[in-house]
C-alpha cells in the first residue's frame, strides 16, 4: 500500500524495477514504430489519397505532393548517409588489439533466432560482421574470455533467444562454445550493458573488448560506461567510407530513405537515452 497522503502518481517508485523495464520495452518499441518514416511515409500516402474522395481533397494533394517531394529528396540526396557517417566516424577502426585481452563482448541483433529454429541454420542479418570478427578475435586470443549477449527484442516473442541461434553459428564455425557465455535475456542496448556485466563481473583494470555495429557503438560505448566499466570500442559492420571519402552524390533508389530512417532511429535513441540516464553524455565519444 502506499503511504498515507501519497499522491497517486507517485505510484511508479513503488513499481519493481523488472516492472519498470518491461514498461519501458513496451514504450520504446510502439514510439520506434510510430516515428519510423517506414510507417509515417505510407500513412501520410493513405491520408491523403482518402482525402481526394472527400471534401478535402486540395488538402488530400497537398499531402500526396508533399509526401512524395519528400521520398523524392532524401531517395536522392544522401542525408542518411551524411547522419550515418557522423555516427560511424564517432570511433576509429581497429586493425589490432594489444595483448593481453581479458575478455571480448559482441552484441545480438543480427541473426534470426525465429528463422534458425524453424529451419534450423543460422540465418544471419544486416550486421553479422558482430558474430564474424567475434569468432576471429576468440581465435586471435585463446586467453580471452568470451561472451555473447542477446536475447530478444521482440515486443511479442521472448520465447526464442537470440542466443540459442549464435551458438549454433558458433559451434558451426568450429569455435568452442564452452568458451562463451551466453547473455540470453536483454531486449535492447541497455540491458545488454547491465545484464552482461553482472554476468562477466569486469574487474578493475581488465581489458574489454565490445564489438558492435559502428553506427551503434557511441549509444553502446555509453550504456557500458554507465552500467560500470569501460571496454574497448571495436566498431564493425560499416555503412559508410569515413571522413576521407565524404560524398554529395545522389542515392538514385530508395536506399536513401532506408538509411535516413536508420539513423534518425539512432539519433533519436541516443537522445532517449541521455534523457533517461542510460548515458552519461549526449554523443560517447572515445576516452582520452
Not at 569468432?135 to 520465447?159: N, T, Y
Amino acid at each position: 500500500m502506499l503511504p498515507p497522503g501519497q499522491h497517486p502518481a507517485s505510484r511508479l517508485l513503488f513499481y519493481p524495477p523488472a516492472r519498470i523495464n518491461i514498461a519501458m520495452f513496451v514504450l520504446s518499441k510502439i514510439f520506434i514504430f510510430l516515428t519510423d518514416f517506414g510507417f509515417i511515409l505510407p500513412a501520410l500516402l493513405c491520408i491523403g489519397a482518402l482525402l481526394l474522395w472527400t471534401r478535402w481533397h486540395r488538402a488530400g494533394r497537398w499531402i500526396v505532393s508533399l509526401t512524395m517531394l519528400t521520398v523524392a529528396a532524401f531517395s536522392v540526396f544522401p542525408v542518411g548517409t551524411w547522419l550515418i557517417a557522423a555516427l560511424e566516424n564517432r570511433f576509429p577502426v581497429v586493425h589490432k588489439v594489444a595483448k593481453p585481452v581479458t575478455g571480448i563482448v559482441t552484441l545480438g541483433g543480427t541473426i534470426s533466432q525465429f528463422l534458425t529454429a524453424a529451419r534450423g541454420q543460422p540465418a544471419l542479418t544486416a550486421g553479422a560482421e558482430r558474430l564474424t570478427e567475434f569468432v576471429a578475435l576468440g581465435r586471435r586470443h585463446p586467453e580471452a574470455r568470451l561472451v555473447f549477449s542477446g536475447g530478444s527484442g521482440s515486443l511479442i516473442r521472448q520465447d526464442v533467444k537470440e542466443a540459442d541461434a549464435a551458438r549454433l553459428f558458433f559451434r558451426q564455425m568450429g569455435l568452442d562454445v564452452s568458451r562463451i557465455m551466453f547473455e540470453r535475456q536483454s531486449r535492447n542496448t541497455f540491458e545488454n550493458a547491465t545484464l552482461t556485466y553482472s554476468l562477466a563481473k569486469p574487474g578493475a583494470g581488465e581489458r574489454w573488448v565490445l564489438i558492435t555495429s559502428a553506427m551503434h557503438m557511441p549509444r553502446a560505448i555509453g550504456a557500458f560506461r554507465k552500467a560500470g566499466w569501460s571496454p574497448i570500442a571495436y566498431p564493425v559492420d560499416f555503412k559508410t567510407f569515413g571522413p576521407a571519402r565524404f560524398s554529395i552524390e545522389p542515392e538514385l533508389r530508395f536506399e536513401g530513405m532506408g538509411r535516413l530512417s536508420a539513423a534518425l532511429r539512432e539519433w533519436m535513441a541516443l537522445a532517449i537515452y541521455r534523457v533517461l540516464g542510460r548515458t552519461e553524455t549526449l554523443f560517447p565519444a572515445p576516452a582520452r
